[in-house]
């Protein structure tokens, strides 16, 4: 892989390493691009950075220390509790028939995973779903989530807007 040096202000560097810090930044290293899109974001911006003398500096909000907590937490995950982690974007309960379909596990083995997941406190019994058992984040794992990747939760959902479209009209 190739490697670019720059020289930089103190100023810039201090602020390079508070973005490194960040969840967006951890989520492009994950991704492996964060070079890439850094370089390309460059490019495409040169000629207004150099119209405006200078690129837009990024607002300097101060880090929420729980959201830094909560996407060190993630990051340290064994993968298939970060696969299974997103499935309460979508339902604060899940079952285990879901784990085990996400996974690619057999329901045995889904079983046994949710299990070892409960001793863990990844985990926690919730109110049943459809007739079938199910499994809500444990407290720790819930704030974590919700710290980090449910912003949403905290805007009232919309029941008619969450179910499928029925049919859809062409537009003339």
């Known amino acids: 892989m190739a490697r670019i040096e720059l020289d930089v202000s103190p100023e810039a560097a201090a602020a390079w390493d508070r973005f490194l810090a960040s969840t967006p930044a ?8 964060l070079g890439d899109w850094v370089l390309w974001g460059f490019m495409a911006n040169v000629d207004r950075f150099l119209e405006q003398g200078r690129p837009d500096l990024p607002n300097p ?17 064994p993968k298939d509790k970060r696969r299974v982690l997103p499935m309460f974007n979508e339902n604060d309960r899940i079952t285990t028939a879901e784990i085990s379909r996400v996974l690619g596990l057999a329901p045995d083995a889904g079983q046994a995973l949710v299990e070892r997941w409960l001793a863990e406190d990844f985990l926690a ?3 049943p779903r459809d007739g079938q058992t199910a499994y809500v984040l444990s407290s720790t794992w819930l704030e974590f989530n919700l710290a980090a990747n449910r912003p949403s939760l905290n805007v009232p959902r919309i029941p008619h807007l969450m179910r499928p479209l029925k049919s859809v009209k062409p537009v003339s």
Not at 26 to 33: D, F, I, T
Not at 61 to 77: G, V
Request: glycine fraction near 8%.
């Open 26 to 33: 951890a989520r492009l290293r994950e991704a492996g691009v």
């Open 61 to 77: 909000e101060p880090e929420d220390p729980m959201s830094r907590q909560a996407a060190q937490a993630r990051r340290k995950l």
């Open 125 to 127: 019994p919730g109110p």
